[in-house]
């Protein structure tokens, strides 16, 4: 103790406050590192949850094995996203096998008939043709009882298998709507009109238009808020951008295009046979997350017509939320230069793994929504103001292009 009246030297003094500066700093580093560890472990708890969804989706299939051909693939997935966000368990190809078990795919299905106490074949035009199909409709005879299949007719040319014994329910349904109030009720899945009025995604239309490699393009958008490219200021291969606010969660839309590099996308031929097309399915979805570490759960096609698109169901887990996302590739040859373009068109969900499957059928739609103009007045307008501010920053053979483009439009000739 010091001596009332007597200050401690200049050097005492410097000591102190260095020692308390590296006090104070040690204590900001351990807070630094003690957030930093809770944010770590926050992570890998999302990341775990987000598996154990992933693990529920693909394993608990105790209702419903659902048997289809892939050209009514939007069809059925329709119809099972619904029918999972009322709780059905539910064994879909898109989810079960084509991400993990493409090599065993027979086993697959054996194994995944043998746990479903319920069958639902989805019978479009041509599911004859299908071997898998005919293959999944036997063994479906064959394990469960009569009462416990139904069968769907979804087209009008729909015939029904030759192989169904009687007493297998038999009904025609032109809409995923008619599938689920019919196997919900029977599943005891309490009121199906839950799962027919979420997400509620379509009160009203909205078509939004933005420019890709100096072309206009649009898409559907209902009652998302949107951004275009131009306005988000992004770069040359930056597109639309929205977000909603869902009844379960919230959603964001990012559009990403052009040229198609190397000859593959996420698009196949509908001409190819189902064997073909799950290959190329399986090997997309694998190769396509190599690059990016995200989770795949489910990968999906887009029957359409022509090269169709496929996409791939996703999962990335934060220290605050885990988003789970669906990315599509379209590809689309270029209005006026004939090359390929692809559009890559990433969803993105906030909230629970059901409530962003209840959201898939508004997904396909809104990609399924993409269109190169439409030749009406309101277009050739805005590609006329496109090509004037092309050519006042002296692009002047893209104005030139989208000039001509905006002269077939009007003459009723794009071609």
């Known amino acids: 103790m010091y001596p009332q009246g007597v200050m401690l030297s200049g050097a005492s003094s410097g000591m102190m406050e260095r020692g308390g500066c590296t006090m104070a700093t040690s204590g900001w580093v351990l807070a ?14 999302r990341k775990a949850l987000g598996k154990v969804a992933i693990a529920r989706l693909r394993n608990e299939t105790d209702d419903l094995f659902v048997c289809y051909r892939s050209l009514d693939a939007m069809f059925a997935r329709e119809s099972i996203e619904r029918l999972r966000s009322l709780g059905a368990k539910v064994w879909f190809a898109e989810y079960q096998v084509l991400t993990t078990d493409r090599g065993r795919w027979e086993d697959a299905v054996r194994t995944g008939i043998s746990r479903c106490r319920s069958g639902l074949i989805v019978v479009g035009k041509d ?3 299908s071997q898998p199909c005919e293959l999944e409709l036997q063994l479906l005879v064959q394990r469960l009882p009569p009462e416990r299949i139904w069968v769907a007719l979804i087209d009008p040319e729909s015939e029904v298998p030759k192989e169904l014994p ?30 027919l009025a979420a997400p509620r995604d379509e009160p009203k239309t909205q078509r939004v238009q933005d420019t890709c490699c100096g072309i206009s393009y649009s898409m559907d958008l209902g009652s998302w808020s949107a951004t275009t490219g131009d306005e988000a200021g992004g770069d040359a291969s930056t597109g ?23 000859g593959d996308s996420g698009a196949i031929e509908l001409e190819a046979s189902e064997d073909e097309i799950f290959d190329k399915m399986a090997a997309w979805a694998g190769a396509h997350f190599e690059r990016y570490g ?4 489910g990968v999906h096609v887009l029957p ?36 390929l373009i692809e559009f890559a068109i990433t969803f993105h969900f906030r909230g629970k793994l059901n409530g962003f499957l209840a959201h898939g059928s508004m997904m396909d739609r809104i990609v399924a929504s993409l269109r190169w103009p439409d030749g009406s007045p309101e277009a050739r307008a805005k590609m006329s103001c496109r090509a ?28």
């Not at 630094?32 to 708890?45: E, I, R, S, Y």
């Not at 022509?306 to 669906?326: E, H, I």
């Open 294 to 297: 995200r989770t795949p759960f």
């Open 166 to 195: 009687s007493r297998v329910h038999i009904f025609d349904a032109r809409r995923p709507a008619e599938v689920i109030a019919r196997v919900a009720a029977q599943l005891g899945l309490g009121r199906p009109e839950a799962a």
């Open 388 to 415: 004037a501010r092309l050519a006042q920053n002296g692009h002047f053979a893209m104005a030139r292009e989208l000039e001509g483009l905006v002269d077939r439009l009007a003459s009723g000739n794009a071609d």
């Open 240 to 262: 639309l951008r929205a977000t909603y606010m869902a009844p379960t969660g919230f959603m964001g839309l990012n559009v990403f295009f052009g040229p198609l590099e190397g």
């Open 304 to 339: 359409l017509g022509g090269r169709a698109p496929l996409a791939v169901s996703y999962f990335v887990a934060n220290p605050f939320w885990t988003t789970w996302g669906r990315k599509y590739s379209v590809v689309l040859e270029h209005p006026t230069r004939g090359e």
């Open 127 to 129: 599911f004859a043709t």
């Open 32 to 45: 630094v590192l003690a957030v930093l560890a809770l944010t770590v472990t926050l992570q890998q708890a």
